[in-house]
């Protein structure tokens, strides 16, 4: 079975500054993706990054960039220039290439001070 | 991408009560899921439902509680039995799409709160 796990329930930054929101995963297959979602207050869940498992090149999207380290099965997701639309909740998910479901960690809250 | 109206947005129910709930996608799928997340929780999957076949099951979630239909390509409904406080919580329906970018939609979540 899949299982990720963040241990950061809460996380705070400046405005403008960085943040790194930690994620760690458990899985015995070797072909998998990996997603940062983002849920703001709306609910509604919004895919911020992916990585395919096979790509040892980091993903970006923007301001947002991960740290796949695949050996020590770690996907930390960094934010550059936060900004107030930031804040939200954010969840680290795996889902394997041969099934299709999603698991997803606890989530960390991310506030952005200004 | 996919666009998933769920419906209803929010709802307060009586205990004892059920509630179904609908998802609708603008597209074919094979597969759709059912989550859970309870109030400042993670999302827990409830089921997956292949259309044409019984839906599978997450350990901990039982049919009688949380009968699904999917009666076609583009439409579930998740039904909460017999409710009691502890339902309360926000349900989700979602679909996986795409072999090279995979990614999953989800629907806009229903806030069910049972009293």
């Known amino acids: 079975a899949q299982t990720v796990t963040q241990s950061q329930p809460e996380m705070s930054v400046q405005e403008a500054e960085t943040v790194t929101l930690s994620c760690t995963y458990d899985t015995s297959e070797s072909d998998y993706y990996l997603f940062w979602y983002k849920q703001p207050p709306s609910r509604q869940m919004i895919l911020v990054i992916r990585?395919?498992?096979?790509?040892?090149q980091n993903a970006t999207e923007n301001r947002f960039s991960v740290n796949f380290q695949k050996a020590a099965k770690s996907f930390s997701l960094k934010i550059s220039d936060s900004q107030l639309g930031d804040a939200a909740m954010y969840f680290c998910?795996?889902?394997?290439?041969?099934?299709?479901?999603?698991?997803f960690g606890a989530g960390t809250r991310l506030t952005v001070k200004p | 991408s996919a666009v998933i109206s769920q419906k209803p947005s929010r709802d307060i129910c009586q205990r004892g009560t059920s509630l179904t709930i609908q998802c609708q996608v603008d597209?074919?799928?094979?597969?759709m899921f059912w989550y859970r997340q309870q109030p400042g929780q993670s999302l827990t999957l409830i089921a997956t439902a292949n259309q044409g076949s019984e839906a599978t099951y997450e350990s901990g979630f039982v049919i009688d509680k949380f009968p699904i239909s999917r009666p076609n390509l583009t439409f579930s409904t998740l039904t909460v039995s017999n409710m009691s406080p502890e339902d309360s919580s926000i349900y989700l329906c979602?679909?996986?799409?795409?072999?090279?970018?995979?990614?999953?939609?989800f629907g806009q979540g229903t806030r069910l709160t049972v009293v």
């Open positions: 990585q395919e498992a096979y790509k040892q």
């Open positions: 597209s074919q799928v094979t597969m």
């Open positions: 998910a795996l889902t394997l290439y041969n099934n299709n479901d999603m698991r």
């Open positions: 979602s679909v996986l799409l795409g072999y090279v970018n995979t990614e999953a939609f």
